[in-house]
């Protein structure tokens, strides 16, 4: 998709050359996260994300915005909680006045990302999985780390976040003439993000996924009422979406009920 995201075999050098990983404890982390190990670079050391400034404001404008902004500890034993927390020690990259190859690049590959965020790599492990441990795709796709919060459904509005799929997926954008309100949640009212064991990176195999939002009701004798219908003979068919029932889970232009 994007050929520059393939050259990455320089920064799995710079991986493939780590030595003992600094060990880190950030103390405010509450969960999981609690060990923390910023990404090596044979040589480097850390020079504080003041440095990155003399040549990307760009990013440090910013960065006081960014979710990660509060990670970055004060002193002089703390430089490596800033920029250097992901891209590595920079003096190199510094001394060589930007040279290749002489940082971390996590668009490149999620490693960095994994030192810190353990559990993700196990989500996209899973046999129906975002393509990122591939290589095809990488975290920065869907999260910005340099400014404001990572999470793509914080935007003040919630269609950002189906933005933020539908750049990629524009069959499922619309606009449709019957359009699904169940999307107005986003799409990860129904799909996991990461990965998940279901197929279509389903968070629910089942009627379930649907009954968060449509309920069930037991009407007189063996009648089983779903959006106003009975759907007692339906319900053990298939999902909801199997061929003949609900498959234009995301809109339609030609049946109201989302058929087809
Ligand atoms: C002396 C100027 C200078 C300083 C200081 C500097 N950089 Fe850079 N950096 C550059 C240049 C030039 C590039 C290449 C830009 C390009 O090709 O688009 C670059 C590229 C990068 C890249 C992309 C590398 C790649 O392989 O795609 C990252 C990440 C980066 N810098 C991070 C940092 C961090 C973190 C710091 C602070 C520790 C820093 N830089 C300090 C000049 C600098
Ligand atoms: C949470 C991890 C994280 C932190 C902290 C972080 N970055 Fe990045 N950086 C990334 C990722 C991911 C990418 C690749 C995706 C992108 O470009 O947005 C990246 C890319 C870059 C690039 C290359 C941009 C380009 O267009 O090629 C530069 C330069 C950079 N970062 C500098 C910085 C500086 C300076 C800081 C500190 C102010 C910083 N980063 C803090 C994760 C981080
Ligand atoms: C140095 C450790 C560290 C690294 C490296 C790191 N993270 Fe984080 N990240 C954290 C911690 C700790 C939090 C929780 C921050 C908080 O709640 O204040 C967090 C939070 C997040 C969040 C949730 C943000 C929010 O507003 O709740 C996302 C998304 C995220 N990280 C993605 C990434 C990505 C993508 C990368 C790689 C580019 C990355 N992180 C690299 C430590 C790290
Ligand atoms: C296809 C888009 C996409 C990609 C690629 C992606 N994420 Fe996410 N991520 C999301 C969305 C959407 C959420 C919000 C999920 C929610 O609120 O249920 C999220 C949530 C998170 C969170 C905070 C909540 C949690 O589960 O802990 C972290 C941390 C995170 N992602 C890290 C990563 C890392 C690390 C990578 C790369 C290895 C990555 N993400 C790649 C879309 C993505
Ligand atoms: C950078 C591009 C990109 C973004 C952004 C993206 N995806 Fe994907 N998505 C892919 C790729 C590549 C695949 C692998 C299968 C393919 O080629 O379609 C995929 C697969 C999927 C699948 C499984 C498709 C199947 O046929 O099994 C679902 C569901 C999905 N994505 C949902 C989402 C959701 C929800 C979001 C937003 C949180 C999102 N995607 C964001 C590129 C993207
Ligand atoms: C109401 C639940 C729901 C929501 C919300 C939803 N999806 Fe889906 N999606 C499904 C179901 C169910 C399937 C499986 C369809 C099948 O297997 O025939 C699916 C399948 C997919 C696929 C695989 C290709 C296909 O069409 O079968 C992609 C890609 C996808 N969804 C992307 C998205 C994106 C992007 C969004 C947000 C704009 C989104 N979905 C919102 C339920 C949903
Ligand atoms: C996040 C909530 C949500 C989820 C999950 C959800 N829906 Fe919906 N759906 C709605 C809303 C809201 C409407 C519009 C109001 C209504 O008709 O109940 C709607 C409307 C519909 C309609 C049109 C009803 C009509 O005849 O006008 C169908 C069909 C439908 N949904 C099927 C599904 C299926 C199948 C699933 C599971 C794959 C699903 N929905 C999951 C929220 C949701």
């Known amino acids: 998709m994007h050929p520059h995201r393939r050259k990455s075999i320089r920064n799995w050098f710079i991986f493939a050359g780590l030595s003992v990983w600094g060990l880190l404890a950030v103390s405010c982390v509450t969960t999981e996260r609690a060990v923390v190990a910023p990404p090596q670079i044979p040589g480097a050391k850390y020079v504080g994300s003041k440095e990155c400034a003399q040549c990307h404001t760009d990013i440090t404008d910013h960065f006081a915005t960014a979710s990660h902004a509060r990670l970055a500890a004060t002193g002089s034993n703390a430089q490596e909680t800033g920029c250097e927390s992901c891209h590595g020690p920079g003096s190199l990259h510094v ?55 990572a999470l793509p459904e914080s935007a003040t509005k919630l269609t950002r976040l189906n933005e933020s799929c539908l750049k990629c997926h524009t069959h499922q954008a619309g606009p449709f003439v019957f359009e699904h309100e169940g999307l107005r949640d986003g799409c990860i009212a129904c799909h996991e993000p990461h990965g998940s064991v279901n197929a279509k990176m389903l968070r629910v195999r089942n009627q379930n996924l649907c009954l968060q939002c449509h309920f069930q009701e037991q009407a007189a004798a063996g009648k089983l009422l779903i959006g106003g219908r009975d759907h007692a003979s339906f319900v053990n068919r298939g999902t909801c979406w199997s061929a003949g029932c609900h498959e234009a889970v995301h809109g339609s232009n030609v049946n109201r009920s989302l058929r087809f």
Not at 99 to 104: E, H, L, Q
Not at 105 to 121: A, V
Not at 129 to 144: E, F, K, N, Y
């Open 95 to 149: 001394k060589a006045g930007g040279g290749a190859g002489t940082i971390v690049n996590p668009l490149k590959s999620p490693e960095t990302c994994f030192q810190c965020h353990l559990d993700k790599r196990g989500q996209f492990s899973l046999p129906n999985s975002h393509p990122v441990l591939a290589g095809q795709m990488s975290c920065g796709d869907c999260h910005d780390p340099h400014r404001g919060s």
